[in-house]
């Protein structure tokens, strides 16, 4: 081992020859180093992208939602009540949404309204993404609304602006007047108090409202949809995610009326994807490396018919095939290593300066002004692991060549 080692590392930095032995191992060690440093940086940036993404998600979704099994509302009562004497829990919010239809001057627009208490003002995430106005949903006996930026855009809708904004709701309990059909659909009036923006899907689709004006919007007294739970930062996993624990503790007391799910729970979709789309960047990566790494086996190649010489003075030194073999397996062993090592300094290097200098800037207008990075020690390991097993498995083609 120590012997087929130590030559392959003779063999690796002595001058050889034929310089285009030298070149082409040149380039197959920096070919693996451009690969692997791309490696580093593209799986980084995918990381701070699925970081934006979560953080936007986690803004405006709780730690753990309860939601009735069958239907779409239930009543809010005594069953509830150890939600807030759990010391667990910061706050639980009870909140109710449907479909409604809006009008604000000429315009309109149908849009998913959010009815939500005054315990949720105080723990959303949403306030950090105001970018006019106030998260604010009452001004004295005032409803107040607020908009995601898209559907603010659609109404011509601004917290300036004095005019109310008319949500309609069929009602549930009369009969539709054919002579009066208006007269079936009951109103209420709210006022723009600030426009959020998030991203797409909930600019486009959410409006924030008193959870008592939609109650009467859509004649209801104490009904909800969800009850929406935010625990404190020390409840948390560490992955940010409520404990199975208490997830099991809440549906054990609720019963199976009703589902209890985590943030990730409530996503499984967007996830899912995240996850399968770092898997499938990392495979076709590879697969480019797969390909880049047979530089190894012509370089290999050529060194083996150079040191044609070298190994007949060793078999008759008594070297058998395995030894021999190991020699220039080791070889491209180590010129996949020296790219390996190389391309992720390099990498980790250009990312340490994109976050701390922002190098390369984020086209049009985004959340970050430039692209963000975020290195995490599993992928590097991942990154060495599958390279350096390519490597290896290339330098084994050359053992029949040696024999």
């Not at 034929?18 to 490696?39: D, E, M, P, R, T």
């Not at 309109?108 to 604010?136: M, Q």
């Not at 998030?198 to 007294?221: G, H």
């Not at 404190?232 to 199975?244: E, I, Q, S």
Request: net charge neutral; aromatic share 10%.
């Amino acid at each position: 081992m120590r012997l087929s080692r130590f030559i392959a590392w003779r063999y690796l930095f002595a001058k050889k020859s034929h310089n285009v032995i030298n070149i082409i191992s040149i380039i197959s060690a920096a070919g693996i180093a451009v690969g692997c440093a791309a490696l580093v940086v593209i799986l980084s940036i995918y990381n701070g992208f699925d970081s934006i993404v979560r953080d936007l998600n986690d803004s405006h979704t709780a730690d753990v939602m309860i939601s009735p099994a069958t239907g779409k509302v239930f009543t809010l009562d005594d069953r509830f009540a150890f939600l807030h004497d759990d010391p667990r829990v910061a706050a639980a919010c009870g909140v109710l949404e449907e479909s409604v239809f809006v009008q604000y001057g000429e315009r309109n627009k149908v849009v998913t309204a959010k009815g939500v208490d005054s315990l949720y003002e105080r723990v959303t995430g949403l306030r950090d993404y105001v970018v006019e106005g106030e998260f604010s949903l009452a001004f004295g006996d005032l409803n107040q609304v607020v908009l995601g930026r898209t559907v603010a855009l659609e109404l011509g809708a601004r917290p300036a602006f004095l005019q109310p904004i008319l949500a309609w709701f069929p009602s549930r309990t009369q009969q539709v007047d054919l002579l009066n059909p208006l007269g079936s659909l009951h109103q209420v009036r709210l006022h723009p108090a600030g426009i959020v923006s998030l991203e797409q899907n909930f600019d486009q689709k959410y409006l924030i409202m008193p959870l008592d004006a939609l109650r009467e919007l859509l004649e209801y007294d104490d009904e909800v949809s969800a009850v929406e739970i935010y625990l404190k930062p020390d409840a948390l996993n560490r992955h940010g995610l409520a404990p199975r624990s208490f997830l099991s503790q809440v549906q054990d007391k609720l019963g199976p009326d009703f589902r209890v799910r985590d943030r990730q729970q409530q996503n499984t979709t967007l996830y899912k994807l995240l996850k399968y789309e770092k898997i499938a960047i990392y495979l076709i990566l590879l697969f480019v490396m797969l390909i880049v790494s047979f530089n190894i086996y012509g370089s290999l190649s050529m060194l083996i018919i150079e040191k044609r010489d070298d190994i007949a003075t060793l078999r008759a030194m008594g070297a058998d095939d395995a030894l021999v073999g190991q020699i220039f397996t080791r070889e491209g062993w180590l010129i996949s290593l020296l790219g390996i090592f190389s391309g992720v300094a390099i990498g980790l290097l250009i990312c340490w300066a994109q976050q701390r200098f922002g190098l390369v800037k984020m086209p049009g207008n985004f959340v970050v002004d430039a692209y963000p990075v975020v290195v995490q020690a599993a992928d590097i390991l991942l990154i060495i692991a599958g390279v350096a097993l390519i490597g290896w498995l290339i330098s084994l083609l050359t053992r029949k060549m040696a024999k």
